[in-house]
Every structure is written in C-alpha cells, then in structure tokens.
C-alpha cells in the first residue's frame, strides 16, 4: 500500500509519500519558522494561514517527486493531534477529503507515535519491545513500548518539555526562535567548567522530569554576572545543555534498569542534539543497550513519520469515518493496537 | 447545454449546509451547528451525492464559501474544497459569505440591495454593499472589508434597501445611526446558506470563473492577527 502523509500539527507543514514495498519515496518540510520568529515562538494563527496556504502546492510538488499518481495512493494519514487545532485543522481537512474523493481510507496519526516510530525508517530499525524517550518542544516522555500502540508511560516532564527549555534558554541568551539548535552551537565555544547546573529531580526515584528550574537558574546566573558577553553566553549555553544532557541521561540509564530493556529509542527534536547523541553512546557502552535515532532531518516535525506510521496502521485495516476530527490535547497512552489481521 | 453539475457548501458559520444542483433540480441540506462542522460536512455531501445518485467525480465543479467568517470554519472550507478539487480534478469556485447572505434575502424576500454585516468581533463587523444584476445574481458595489459598525461606507441608498447578518442583530443602533433604518428589512439572524452560495457559482461558472485548488484560499477580510 502507498500512503500519503500530511504534517500540520505546529510550525511545519510536510508531506510524504511512503510505500510498503518501495520504502520512502519523497517526503518535503516547508518551515513557517521566519514567519514566527520576530514574535520569538509560534503564533498560532500565522501558524494556521501559512498551513492552508502552503499544503497543497507542497503535496503536489511531493506526489510528483515520488512519481506517484493520485489513484495509485492506498490511503492518506494526517497528524490528528496532539497540538495547535487550527494548524492540525488545515492538514485534517485536506487529508480527510482528498482520500473521500480518491475513495481511499484515511487516518488521523498521533503525533508523539509518528516521532516514535520514526527511527523504523533508519536501517536496521528497533525491533519491538523497546524502550523510548521522546524529547521535543512540546513532550518529554519515557515510554515502554511493546509494539505499534502498546505504550506505557514511565515518566513525563512535570512542567515545561526538554525543547521548551532549550527554546526559553536559547530566548535568554539573545537566540532567535527556534533556539535548540542555535544553542548547541553557541555552547561549542563555552567552558564546561565554569558554571554547573542542577539536574533537576535525578536525586530521587522516579522518571519523571523537571526542566522549568532551568531556566530559573539560567536567569539567575546572568544576572549575577558582571557582564553578558560572548563568553558568558557561551558558557551558560554549555552548563545549561550539560545540566538537560545529563538528565536525560540518567533517567534513561534508570528506565533501562528498570525495564531491562535492550533497545532505546531516542526521538523528537532534541534528539538531533549531536552532544545528547554523544553521551548517549557512553551508556549504550555501559549498559549494552543499542540505541536508534531517526536521521536528523526527522528529528523534528516531517511527515515522513506519519506516512510510515499510518502506512502501519492504515495495512492493518484501520481508518476513520468520514466524521473527522482533531485532538489537540491527546495522551499517547490512550493509543490502542492497531486490529489483528 | 444542460444545467452544470455543481456541489457548494458553507462552514463559514453556526450553519453547515450543502447544495448540489444536477439535471433533477437542487437538493440542499442545512443544519444549525456551533461547533463540529468537521464531523457533518462529509457525511453530508455524501448524503446529498447520495440523494442524487452522482459520484464527485460527475461534477463540473465544486463551490464553496470561502468567507469572511469564523477562522476556523473558513479554513475548513476551503481545506476541504482543495482535497475534493484535487482529488477529482475538477475546478473550485470561491464564493463570499457577504455575497451568500444577499443572494439569500433576494431568495426569500425578493430584495434587491442588501447591506451585509458579520459579528467580526473586536467591536467590527465584516461589512458588504450587495446590489442585484438583471441575471439575478448579487454583485459588491464596492470592496468587502472590516470596519467598526460606526465607520462602514455607506453608499447613496435610493429605495428599498436591507441590512442582513449578525452584525445587524449585534450592532443593530450603531449600524442603524451610520445608515438609517434599512426600508426593505433586517434580516440580523440569516446565516450563510449553500443554497445561495450554489446561485452564485451557477453564474460564475457560466461566465468561467473558476480557479484551481491550490489557488482556493480563505478570505479573512482581518488580516491583522498579531
Ligand atoms: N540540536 C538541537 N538541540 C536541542 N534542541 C533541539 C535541537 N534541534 C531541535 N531542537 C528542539 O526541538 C524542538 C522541536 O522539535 P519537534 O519539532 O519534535 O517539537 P514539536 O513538534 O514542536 O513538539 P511536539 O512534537 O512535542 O508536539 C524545539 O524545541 C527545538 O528547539
Ligand atoms: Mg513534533
């Protein structure tokens, strides 16, 4: 079966096309990021327009780099939630009503299940049952999966997520919107010894986390600075990643006891964070663990996820009504199995 | 030539409504809904298809309200007039919501200038100055925009003339004290119907106004949003 998928859950707007047997055959991300970035995050409405404007050109342009004719498509997934209703609104609209026309299934995604299957697409990918951390702008969670829709949740951030943090830190320190990446490269050029931060709720059990502290902390520290320089920013930017890297690092190690996992699963933005990635591989070192990544680019919102993640379902038999529907607040737990076949 | 085979519909409002007219006639479907026009406008241009015994891919072309109105439902129009448009290859025609409530009092009482406004809230109304042509089909006398009920252009009014939409009903003193009393009628509770926006496309598409889907876009009329 081929699948068209459709992302319009935040700020980018994707599209692609994945294939059962032939595997991925194009996939595009248009980023609104500029068009938010003079109001230093996303602005919900802009987010909405700039969706409905650049869709379908997008998905266009994205059928013909697979070579795919409208009738030879199988199904069509969209990402139904979580996030901003009017900009999932724009992708579920389209979606739902291209595959009525098409008389093909269509089937809205979760979208925290799309990151997660999303290393599936990397070779050699997980194999089921695997241990995942989820680390974007909007979650941070630690989830045990036992298959496609078989999660449990292990731990969560209690407050803002791991990107959130970043993004704010990245605020603090004069960084444009969105500030992950640009702060793990100002933190390359900071001292790793000048500052240390916490590590928010490491010291008692639990995988839960806790990064809105942080930034706390890094107000704090600029302000009891003498004078915000290149220097000082820099080495806030590397105490600060350090102080997410390293909690990150050690709830992982504490689920992969925990759970006896073998196999992590890293995925969402934050996991195209190199530094993360390379203290990551000390504890698949220590632990013997293997862990998988998406590739960089489907770190962060794409659709080639959700095109995989609905061609799995979507092959099972699943689909929705014509009633479609978002959900902008939707726990990943409540997913179910997709029907046996 | 037969009567072209066109399907329109509205979400633009606290209505969801749908008409498609086919060589039997016009069959229409309307219904009262605050929220959730995604989970009735599908099922409902399949039920009326349905009705008619025509598949999407029998139409001519599709026809939408394409606004102003509420944002959301706006949007959802036009999304779902780009994936039918799309999926069938066929042309859209975009329709004014102003444009629908004008073609809707001519329908139902007959008038013949219609001074439309829309709840836009922030204390402004989207605000349309509609007269009919000799084919029967409502045309703006000048640009829809939004404007607070206080500063809407008025032109010279000769005759009878009507106020219709939820800024009358809302702004109904304001709007009365720029413009006089409307001599024809106030309509301030009539809400955009398929029906009309269906009239409207009929004309278009005669005259071969129609667009493809990526050019089918919402017209907000506020485009301040920030
Ligand atoms: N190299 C990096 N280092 C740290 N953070 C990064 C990096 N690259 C991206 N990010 C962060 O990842 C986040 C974006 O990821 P993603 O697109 O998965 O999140 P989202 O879709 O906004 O949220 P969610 O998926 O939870 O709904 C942003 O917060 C961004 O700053
Ligand atoms: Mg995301």
Redesign the interface.
Known sequence: MRVLGIETSCDETGVAVYDGQAGLLAHRVYSQADSHARYGGVVPEIASRDHIRKLLPLLDETLQASATERLALGGVAYTRGPGLAGALLVGAALARSLAYALGIPALGIHHMEAHLLAPMLEEPPPRFPFLALLVSGGHTMLVQVAGVGRYRLLGESLDDAAGEAFDKVAKLLGLDYPGGPALEQLAKQGDPDRFRFPRPMTNRPGLDFSFSGLKTYTLNTLRGAAEFDDQIRADTARAFQDAVIDTLYLKCRRALRQTGAKRLVVAGGVSANRKLRERLAQLARTSGARIYYPRIEFCTDNAAMVAYAGWLRLSAGEHDSLAFDVTARWPLPELREPPAR | MSDPRILAFDTTSEACSAALSTAQGVFSRSEIMPR?H???L??LL?ELLGQAALQ?SDLDAIAYCRGPGS??GI??A????????????RPLIPVSTLACLAQGVYREQGGEVVLTAIDARMDEVYWGVYQLTAQGIMVAMADELVVSPDAVPVPPLLGSWYGAGSGWSLYKERLVARCGKPTGGLDGGRLPDARDCLSMALARYREGALVG??DA??V?LRNR??
Not at chain 2, 78 to 89: F, K
């Open positions: 959730g995604t989970r009735r599908l099922p399949d999407l944002f959301t949007r959802i036009a999304g779902v007039a780009q994936g039918l448009a799309y999926g069938v290859n889907a990526s876009l919402p907000y949003v920030t």
